[in-house]
């Protein structure tokens, strides 16, 4: 049939408040503009973010109540890491209370003042963990990336010429190479299986292990299952495999996917930095088979890595993307192409040319489809990477909202509804102004800045 349904029925439901545009106007003004300061109470359709916003399914709320919380040695954490195993064969598997977390225990043992880590393209708590001991993130992604029209497979791919180009000038200052599936920043772009590969080849020439991020790396596997050649008749499960095969560890949101609403690990094959990383697991986290989750978190990740590999699902996940870019696409609005697994990403350098870059086009955007529909969504651009260590500002590479959709949450009707907005905001997009930042911290900022709006 050519109708893709939800692949799954919904058993419990919860309400949703239907505020109104007078309401939403005033609830900025108190929020200062920044949409990570709205109360969700207040949001009709959340898509700020698809990170531990998924609907866990009938499976998922059976673990939990099989979660057993010893402080050690529980056999949750056993059933989590064997989970994680059969995916990623990783020797240690380290939990995490979510994926920053891991990053954090990560960079601290790795980076410092002087180090340098590249990736395809860091994302903003990577860089800031990585940034925060002094390090510098280095992004390497293919030029393709960088234009939101150009129809690539893979625009997640690291340039691998610039990547032999810096170790081979720097290799003395970096300590690992990082690649990001699928590149988030990018709009939610997959990295091929042949770029992992060579990407892995070329760390492991100059004797530097590759790292993984894979938050969403089921959504990577479609991807190549999809567009790759030689891989359409493989099962994702064998290509995630095949993904991690070649790495030498990983960092994991679990809140992505693996359908939980908190958690991750730190994976990795070296035995002095797993015995570093628990030591600093103990200080911050906790014990090395909980990680600062309950029984019952690592409970409902091991369903979740089960139900996440199911290509049905996967084959509505991103189906419900592309329906949505479709319909922007047919308003004249621009966005990344082609559509990535976990989000729309709205070019709004683009579709707001008479506000410049410094003036945050993205959070433009952000705040109108708020307050004309009551819809939340995440500026990645100029808010959220302008900042320099240094306290200087410049403009992104591009100026993009993103559209990320939860898992298993909403319905076309939702998707529908978000595109009607769409069209109210088109027909007032002369009329939409730029935005200054009255208050903001030295990282991070987009979490907590304040904005004024400009006359």
Known sequence: MKTIIEPFRIKVVEPIRLTTVDERRELLRKAGWNLFAIHADDVIIDLLTDSGTSAMSAEQWAAVMRGDESYAGSPSFYRFE????????????????????????????????????PSNTHFDTTRGNIEATGASAVDLVIPEAHAPDVRHPFKGN???GRLERLLADSADRIPLVMLTVTNNAGGGQPVSLANIRAAADIAHRYGKPLFIDGCRFAENAWFIKCREEGQGSRPVADIVRDMFAVADGMTMSAKKDAFANIGGWLAMNDDGLA???????????????????????????????EEIVDEQYLRYRVRTNE???EKLLGLGVPIVQPVGGHAVFVDARRFLPHIPPLQYPGQALAVALYEIGGIRACE????MFGLRPDGTEEAADMDLVRLAMPRRVYTQSHADYLVEVFEEVVRQRDGLRGLRIVAQPPQLRHFTARFAPLS
Request: zero cysteines; proline letters at 5%.
């Open 380 to 383: 990645i651009g100029t808010v």
């Open 158 to 160: 690291i340039d691998l």
């Open 323 to 325: 329906y949505v870019g």
């Open 275 to 305: 015995a570093a990383a628990r030591n600093r697991l103990i200080l911050t986290e906790g014990f090395p088979t909980y990680g600062g989750l309950a029984g019952r978190d690592l409970e409902a990740i091991a369903v979740g890595l």
């Open 82 to 117: 064997s989970a994680v195993r059969t995916l990623m064969p990783f020797r240690h598997v380290i939990p995490t209370h979510q994926g920053r977390a891991a990053e954090a225990i990560l960079f601290s043992i790795v980076g410092g003042p002087g180090r340098v880590i």
